[in-house]
């Protein structure tokens, strides 16, 4: 079996990985094996982040959405089922964009599924 060196391989693994490594505090952002480890490390973070990211924003739409049909006496749970059987297929962030941005459309879809 033939000895390899892995010299240009190897030093570019090393290099991409601390690359990634950039801008962390002590050793981690020089030493490989400490800066690999924190880069699994934020890798696994953001990972799990990209799932809570859409979680939250869902959760902060159907608050926005919530607090946007309570002055019309009527809850969310009850907004969202007369909305899907008045056949009105907007989602929860578009839903939560138009009552912030545009009351009085959104008043008038609440107006339609109270109707409904």
Known sequence: ?????????????RARV??????YYGRKKTIFRRGSEGVERAWVFAYRDRK?????????????????????????????FKLKKANISL?????????????KSFETIVQQVKAA
């Open 18 to 23: 601390m690359k990634h490594a950039k801008g």
């Open 91 to 103: 989602n929860r962030k578009m839903l939560s964009e138009l009552a912030i941005s545009d009351p």
């Open 52 to 80: 809570v990211r859409k979680r939250a924003f869902r959760q902060l739409w159907i608050t926005r959405i919530n607090a946007a049909v309570q002055p019309f006496n009527i809850s969310y749970s009850q907004f969202m």
């Open 1 to 13: 079996m033939p000895r390899v060196k892995r010299g240009f391989k190897a030093r570019r693994r």
